[in-house]
């Protein structure tokens, strides 16, 4: 396993945009595929993305797809997510969680395959 860091959360203003950074506390996070989910208030934990260790195979949920960009830093060893025109249904708690060694696939449907987990960045949208 890995320590997972998340940052740049905070509250903004309906139509904003932020940006979420995971930085992990070893190297070797460059060499994993790893992904965003969210917990809304009073939901599950939901997939948001995900990226490939090569840093191809990337996914999105429906709901975020054409506002949120997910992308990696192998120089600062992080996992970015760029979020733009941002809404109320946005505001949540965001993970960063490591997935498979070596590997472009990311799972949208669960948490399974996932071995790591930051403690959360909150996320607040303000209408």
């Known amino acids: 396993q890995v320590h997972l860091v998340e940052s740049g959360g905070g509250l903004v203003q309906a139509g904003g945009s932020l940006t979420l950074t995971c930085a992990a506390s070893?190297?070797?996070?460059?060499?994993?595929?790893a992904s965003w989910f969210r917990r809304a208030p009073g939901k599950e934990r939901q997939f948001v993305a995900g990226?490939?260790?090569?840093?191809?195979?990337?996914k999105y949920a429906d709901s975020v797809k054409g506002r949120f960009t997910i992308s990696r830093d192998k120089l600062e060893n992080t996992v970015n997510l760029q979020m733009h025109s941002l809404n109320p249904e946005d505001t949540a708690v965001y993970y960063c969680?490591?997935?498979?060694?070596?590997?472009?696939?990311?799972?949208?449907?669960?948490?399974?395959?996932?071995?790591?987990w930051g403690q959360g960045t909150q996320v607040t949208v303000s209408s």
């Open positions: 990226i490939g260790w090569s840093g191809s195979g990337i």
């Open positions: 070893a190297p070797s996070f460059n060499n994993y595929a």
């Open positions: 969680a490591r997935g498979g060694g070596y590997s472009d696939w990311v799972n949208p449907g669960s948490e399974s395959g996932y071995d790591s």
